[in-house]
DNA sequence: GCCAACGTTGGC
DNA sequence: GCCAACGTTGGC
């Protein structure tokens, strides 16, 4: 999420192996910061301070003004979220209590601000296993509940651990994501790339494939739906 | 604040 | 497992 992030963990807090899924993920963050642990033990953050005024010019802004946003200018409301099925499938999602879970782990501070700043209950989320042998859109999902701290970040068990984020100023965010419906058919990275010039050539996917939290325009969504209804022809 | 070194993502 | 793209870090 970083952008990797890639992501996440299930639902449930305390599956002993659930925790394990994302070493490779965590690993990005994981370096640097372990070796700062140590140092930050439990040091108060310095009184008042400003919490994170070096945080928010750059790494707080929103991606960029217009890249949310929709050609007439009305805002996204729909999202491409990335997981790795071998971390967090779909089949995990459905299975989640309620095919709810939160979206944690994501350590990108770009896919941060999108969750935390841009979505909102009802938008509409393409679930995309990335990272495997058909890697495509195989789901559709929605946003449940909007940012709120990624508690993954302050547990030093996890492998999203940052101790650069405290519960009194956190740093990483997450949402949650209910399971809609799966697609009639995955919409693979190979079928989206015949279309990188033509009607998605503005996708993220297709131009900045590591962001892990992008947001789709509501003619690529359009698109991709309309797509999803085609037979799928092998000439590809 | 630049930029080289380094680490990660993720398709292939 | 390779490696290109790209994000982050840290020295200067």
């Avoid at 068990?157 to 984020?165: F, I, Q, R």
């Avoid at 998605?200 to 590591?210: A, E, T, V, Y």
Wanted: include cysteine; hydrophobic fraction near 30%; aromatic fraction near 6%.
């Amino acid at each position: 999420m970083e952008t990797r992030s890639k992501r996440r963990a299930p639902q449930e807090p305390s599956t002993s192996t659930t925790e394990k899924g994302p070493e490779h993920v965590a690993s990005k963050v994981g370096a640097k910061r372990v070796k700062a642990a140590v140092a930050a033990t439990d040091k108060k953050p310095s009184p008042a301070k400003k919490p994170k005024t070096k945080d928010l010019p750059t790494k707080d802004a929103p991606v960029s003004a217009t890249e949310t946003l929709n050609e007439d200018g009305s805002r996204t409301s729909v999202w491409l979220m990335k997981s790795e099925p071998d971390t967090f499938s779909i089949d995990d999602l459905i299975k989640s209590k309620d095919s709810t879970s939160h979206w944690d782990g994501v350590r990108n501070h770009e896919a941060k601000n999108l969750m935390k700043n841009s979505m909102k209950v009802g938008d509409q989320v393409l679930f995309y296993h990335s990272n495997t042998k058909e890697p495509g859109i195989v789901a559709l999902a929605k946003i449940v509940r909007e940012s709120y701290p990624d508690h993954t970040a302050f547990d030093p068990k996890s492998p999203y651990y940052d101790e650069k984020s405290l519960k009194e100023d956190p740093r990483w965010f997450m949402v949650d994501v209910q399971y809609v419906r799966k697609l009639r058919r995955i919409l693979t990275l190979k079928e989206l790339q015949q279309y990188k010039d033509k009607e998605l050539c503005h996708m993220k996917l297709l131009n900045r494939g590591r962001l892990s939290v992008q947001p789709v325009s509501d003619a690529e969504m359009k698109f991709l739906m309309d797509l999803e209804e085609k037979e799928i022809d092998d000439s590809a």
